[in-house]
């Protein structure tokens, strides 16, 4: 059973920047999209930015659109999402997800492998 590693998350003010970070090992890591989800308390999991196989075709949620950015890199068996401006709402549980093929896609139902999660907290 493949475990995604995510790691990055932690205490930030309002307006900051965090960068997470997510190993994939043990997988043919270029094969598949990797997505980011995030959960905050009593809510359900929502998605956040995902990417293609290369690189190339990059989604993200109208809420976060020109403030994150996804990224990765196959000789690392890495993703990144790159969190700029956060804000205190966006205080969650930040999982990362293997997808169940190349293509970038937005529902969880497509992703097959998960994280245990980092925890970013947003204070105001």
């Known amino acids: 059973q493949v475990q995604l590693v995510e790691s990055g998350g932690g205490l930030v003010q309002a307006g900051g920047s965090l960068r997470l970070s997510c190993v994939v090992p043990?997988?043919?890591?270029?094969?598949?999209?990797m997505g980011w989800f995030r959960q905050a308390p009593g809510k359900e999991r929502e998605f956040v930015a995902a990417i293609s196989w290369s690189g190339l075709i990059r989604y993200y949620a109208d809420s976060v659109k020109g403030r994150f950015t996804i990224s990765r890199d196959n000789a690392k068996n890495t993703v990144y999402l790159q969190m700029n401006s956060l804000k205190p709402e966006e205080t969650a549980v930040y999982l990362c997800?293997?997808?169940?093929?190349?293509?970038?896609?937005?529902?969880?139902?497509?992703?097959?492998?998960w994280g245990q999660g980092t925890q970013v907290t947003v204070s105001s």
């Open positions: 043990g997988r043919t890591f270029s094969n598949y999209a």
């Open positions: 997800a293997g997808g169940s093929s190349r293509y970038a896609a937005l529902p969880a139902s497509d992703y097959n492998v």
